[in-house]
């Protein structure tokens, strides 16, 4: 096999810049295509998950990950966009019990998709219409809180530390306890760690899908994984498929084989 380029880089992202301009930065450093897998907010800070080069093709893998948060709410203050940003547009009185409050939201939750968001409304993030002054009705969203805990309370002040599905949105968990973000970071995504960021570091691809189970290949099974050709392994799932420690494709396992789903040459 040559040598493989790119890889995976875990980028602590500071509140302001949008994603899109930490994934032009690392284009330009790396000299390598680049994609980002799963988005954060231009106000949010933390990790963001960089993919560069082929490796680019994972990201399907690795946006539905859990993530983790550390949020700090105003409470008592109900925003058009969730955060500090946005005009308020109702006052409420702060919750008589907050860790019932709190607990209530764990499970699966419908919650509405804040205006400040990322996501595309026909074609345009939501926050660069909110910008420009252009009101949407968005969407609301199935998602899984895992845990919600709360890290202090100084009324109206809530920190909060969550885990949660993929999809989530921090400001609509604001929004329903009656408040608007002050602060969000984003902590972990999956396995990975804000604590390993580093935008120096590249990891290599066979190491961007520690939670996928590793399978060996043998010289002539190489060249059929290569070529997208089914391998015979046990097995249901989703699997990396290597060859002297480097990642060759992406396999989904039944029936008795491994077809190769996502190959990288």
């Not at 893998?61 to 005009?87: F, N, P, Q, V, W």
């Not at 209530?104 to 074609?123: F, M, N, Q, T, W």
């Not at 949105?169 to 984003?186: E, M, N, P, Q, S």
Request: with cysteine.
């Amino acid at each position: 096999m040559p040598e493989q380029t790119g890889g995976l880089v875990l980028y602590d992202k500071p509140a302001g810049p949008s994603s899109f301009a930490v994934v032009r930065e690392l284009r330009r450093r790396h000299g390598l295509k680049a994609g980002h897998a799963g988005t954060l907010d231009p106000l949010a800070s933390g990790l963001l998950l960089v993919l560069l080069g082929p490796s680019t093709r994972l990201a399907r893998y690795l946006s539905g990950l859990d993530k983790r948060y550390t949020t700090t709410i105003e409470l008592g203050r109900r925003t058009a966009t969730g955060d500090a940003e946005g005009e308020v547009v109702e006052e409420r009185p702060l919750p008589e019990d907050m860790h019932a409050a709190v607990a209530a939201l764990e499970g699966e939750v419908d919650l509405p998709i804040p205006a400040a968001s990322a996501v595309k409304v026909e074609g345009v993030r939501a926050y660069r219409l909110h910008r420009k002054g252009v009101r949407v009705e968005m969407p609301s969203r199935r998602t899984t809180i895992h845990e919600a805990r709360i890290e202090r309370y100084e009324p109206p002040l809530l920190e909060l530390a969550l885990h949660v599905g993929s999809g989530t949105y921090v400001r609509a968990i604001a929004d329903t306890l009656g408040g608007h973000c002050k602060t969000l970071r984003r902590t972990a995504v999956g396995p990975f760690d804000i604590a390993d960021a580093d935008p120096e570091r590249v990891l290599p691809p066979l190491d961007a899908l520690p939670f996928l189970p590793l399978l060996e290949l043998g010289d002539e099974e190489l060249g059929r994984a290569l070529s997208g050709s089914a391998i015979a392994r046990e097995g249901t799932g989703r699997a990396r498929l290597a060859y002297r420690g480097r990642l060759v494709a992406v396999a989904r396992l039944g029936g008795g084989s491994a077809r190769p789903e996502t190959v990288l040459r």
